[in-house]
Nanobody, 123 residues
């Protein structure tokens, strides 16, 4: 079993930055490629970024490419999402999850979801 806990959310002005962290614990916590998603009220969960386990290859949604950066520290079992040039439309609850199988951009490919952290971007 893997437990994921997100942190680092908060209120920021448009154009600002935040760094989210996803701390993993459990026997196999370091054994997965990891992804970040977000969900705004009334909208579906949206893929943001994935980082693979072995090579650290990264993939991004077009909506955040060039603004967000995913990284991981395997020694700390932690995955990060650096978010720059934030916009009001980035306001959402942000989640991390472990990629179990399937397409990396599909929420159904992931498990062990964290509880989420709220990000609010004011205009």
């Amino acid at each position: 079993q893997v437990q994921l806990v997100e942190s680092g959310g908060g209120l920021v002005q448009a154009g600002g930055s935040l760094r989210l962290a996803c701390a993993a614990s459990g026997r196999t916590a370091s054994s997965y490629s990891m992804g970040w998603f977000r969900q705004a009220p009334g909208k579906e969960r949206e893929f943001l970024a994935t980082i693979t386990l072995m090579r650290g290859t990264t993939y991004y949604a077009d909506s955040v490419k060039g603004r967000f950066t995913i990284s991981r520290d395997n020694a700390k079992n932690t995955v990060y999402l650096q978010m720059n040039s934030l916009k009001p439309e980035d306001t959402a609850v942000y989640y991390c999850a472990a990629l179990l199988s399937g397409a990396y951009s599909e929420p159904r490919s992931y498990g062990y979801w964290g509880q989420g952290t709220q990000v609010t971007v004011s205009s």
